[in-house]
């Protein structure tokens, strides 16, 4: 079963622009004016021991973290040329100007100037060029005077001939002048050293010990060896190349190899032998051929360039073989046979020859597709076949185009079977040389994976869409069964690729991994691959090996060992940057380290044993550490860096590493039993609304190897906030104090509130108590009084009545008489006499003193009744009135007409003109509406 263990991850340090044809060279970084934002000409560069790099810039001083760039400027605005990073100071020249540069208490570069410690000064337009450690202190040289500072002086000192450089060796400060060749500094003077003939009006770049005598690396004149006071020049091609291309700077490395910067054409790095190992120019990628200046920290060599800064890894893990002319093309396959590489693309078979240039195979024109050593011979799978490859050249021995893949057929040694655009091509190797091949039928599809399952079982995949498994006689002479797997669990039939894995036969469709199950006949779901490997990668190894070589979903070539003491790792897509041959990604073993990967434009080298013993971290340091954007003094904090800060404040770390490039800075809390580590975009570290109490902050530097440093400790003790501080303890207590205070009089008010509202409430009670009764004896008062008025209504009706009865019988009985007086007229003699009784007869009967005490007790009964049957209708008469008041006393019409000393009739006549005064219908009832009036 496949056992994964955790991938380490290789960042390339390439930005690359171009390359010089196929040549072997490591990988480098460009630093241009976008990246650094300053001038384009960079001076001089120096590394710090912390891993900081300096730059001279023309504008000032840069300052590179491995992350970020920083620039500084210096008080004057003059150009940098020279830059040392010693000890805790930064060291710099520039035109009349020498000074050095140191953090304050808050992890601040200032600058403090030297100028005042020079005795006589600074000579008028002096520019200072290049500054070295010397013992306890430092020299600085322009190209008139040598300055070396030594306890808190400056020594000055002007040679007759123009300085062309200064030299430690042996730790002893050599000075190198135009005309009068080398002298030697002690006790503030010069003293000569070397003043051979030969060396003379030669410019001295650099002088390097040797076991015995110097060595001294000129400008235009190659290299010297100095023995024993005899000057010998030295033949080799190093030192042809740097006369010819004008050498500025040399440096020698740990290792015994040199690197040589030149004016003209980059820098030439070699051997202690002085053989090239590489060369770097502006044609291999440099941004310049012009070398001002180089600096060797741990395997890497920092440039600074007339334009921009590059790095150098020189750690050697990983080469390039790249192609600019464009006559290489995307490369497909790379093989190491015979001592020598050869090189499949897509226009043709090349090889490297003993110098390392690119050499094209002739006739071999054309797609490859598949390099592989069968019995000691060289196989090329072609568009137009397949070819024996023989003494750098090409013999055709399958006229079967499309030679995708060759597999030898398991339990034999010379039987081998290929998958083409035309099928399975069957190829015999009987002996050397010799091969017999012949086309398997049934199988016409275009076939481009292929494995074998046992000796008689393969699996193909079609190119593009289909999967198929396929059966063999037993001398694999014809096929006996090709079967289609594309409905039998396949999840996808298109861009299926068919690999072994052990004992399983799995594929990688579209949509994931697969495997065969041989007992099902079907193919189920590979839950190993899809979670380990993941439903998007897909093997590009094709070995037999421990080693399984994948491309990932994030375009990481990822390297998985089968064997659990060896490490694996994976390339991310910053190593290549998209110059895979996407869909035909290839990984090659060369020998059990090395491995080859196939490119757009060329191959790189991968050794995977150097990885982890090459490459050591150094932990994180903090740089500076600010407050709500207010910088600390770091000396307050303590050898732990602990320190505290006030609850609810934004804490910043500024952090960097004693790494050049190629890392990263992770952080964790010590929240959990395991630590989850953050990575950090930049170098700086914001920790916001931390808890109060004491917080550690582990830090580390990790790297795209896998490696992480030691974990270095950052503690912080947070502040209770002043809610849980004695401030806000004090607060609580008062503010308790407050509420039970306020409480006891909000208690208090309460009880007094209720104990009114209960009195208010009885008071109340008592209130309506009495309201109630007075309002009972107001009604009996009322009941009494209405009773009252009721009986003496009635009594008034009664008196009316009897009154009005009164009336109607005396009425009637004048009438009467009346009547009777008439009917006896003829006896009367005097008429007078008898006009006279009939008038008073008449008077009688209407006289108004009685209808005025009618109406007066009529009005006492009825209240109001005349008034408001005038006020609603105001056409009625005095008459009109006195019937409607005997209509209302409900008295007849008999009745009334003697009271209106009118005939029944004329009542009845006056009944009818008054419903219409009244404006009575025929449906309406006088009498109901009188009687009804109020």
Known sequence: MLRLKDIFIILIIASISSFGLAQNTPFFKNFNLSKYNATNQNWDVSVADNGKVYVANGKGLMEYDGLNWKFHELPNKTTMRSVLAYNDRIYTGSFEEIGYWQKDAKG??????????????????????????????????????????????????????????????????????????????????????????????????????KPQGYLIATALNGLYNYINGELLPIDSEISVLIKQHQLNVFTQLNNGNMAFGTIKNGIYYTNSRGDVLFHLSKEEGLFNNTVLNQFVFKENLWLSLDNGVALIDLNGDYTFFNDVSGKLGAVYDVIYFDGTYFIGSNTGLFYLDSKGQLQFVENSQGQVWDLREINGQLICGHNDGTYLVENKTIKKISPYTGGWTLKRVPETSDVYVQGTYAGLVKFENPKQDEWKIKHLGKTTMPLRYLVFEDAYTAWAAHAYKGLYKIKFDHNYDTIKTVSSYEKKGLWSSYNVRVYKLKNDICF???????????????????????KNLGADSYIISDFNSDVLVTKSKNEAVNFISFDSNTNNLSLTNKYFENRLVVGSEKVSQINDSIYALNLNDGFMLINIQNYHTQHRLYPPEIEFVSINNELMDLSEFDKDQKFDVKYGKTISLGLSSSQSDNYYLEYAFTNSDSLKWNTLLNDKLELNNLNDGLNTIFLRTRNDYGDASKNIEFNINVLPPWYRDTLGYVIYFLIVALVLIIMYILHTRKINKEQKLLQDKFENEQRELLKEKTLENEKKIVQLRNESLRNEIKLKSKQLANSAMALVKKNETLQDLKQELLQHKGEFNNYYSYKKLIKKIDTSIEHEDEWEVFEHNFNQVHEEFFNKLKTEHPALTHKDLKICAYIKMNLSTKEIAPLMNISIRGVETHRYRLKRKLNLDNDNSLSDYLLNFN
């Open 108 to 209: 601040q570069l200032y600058y403090t100037s030297l100028n005042g410690l020079i005795n006589e000064g600074i000579s008028t337009d002096e520019e200072f060029w290049q500054i070295v450690p010397y013992k306890t202190g430092i020299a600085f040289r322009s190209f008139s005077t040598l300055y070396v500072y030594e306890n808190d002086k400056i020594v000055k000192i002007k040679p007759e001939s123009t300085i062309i450089s200064i030299s430690i060796v042996r730790d002893e400060l050599l000075v190198s002048t135009l005309k009068n060749g080398v002298y030697h500094y002690e006790h503030a003077e010069l003293q000569p050293f070397i003043n051979a003939e030969g060396i003379k009006n030669k410019k001295i770049v650099d002088i390097i010990e």
């Open 508 to 530: 990688k469709t579209n949509n994931g991994w697969q495997k065969y199950e041989p007992l099902l006949d079907s193919i189920v779901p590979f839950d190993l691959l899809n």
